[in-house]
């Protein structure tokens, strides 16, 4: 799961910051703080549903 979760945030960067893309849906780049508080609002909740896992697995 950890490698999946790098690779959808390397993705989703590359997405959202390729000025060809901002051109195509009209946006612009993050900046390095906006970006940060996307991070900061989004770890918690992975470390969450990990720790949620642990105590009550799906399987």
């Known amino acids: 799961p950890a490698i999946g ?3 959808v945030v ?3 960067c590359l997405f959202s910051q390729w000025s060809m893309m901002n051109q ?5 780049p993050l ?3 906006q970006a940060l508080i996307c991070i900061g609002v989004g770890l918690p909740v992975v470390f969450i549903a990990f720790i949620l896992q642990r105590f009550d697995p799906l399987n």
């Open 5 to 7: 979760i790098v690779v």
């Open 10 to 12: 390397i993705l989703q």
């Open 24 to 28: 195509v849906f009209d946006t612009t």
């Open 31 to 33: 900046t390095f703080i």
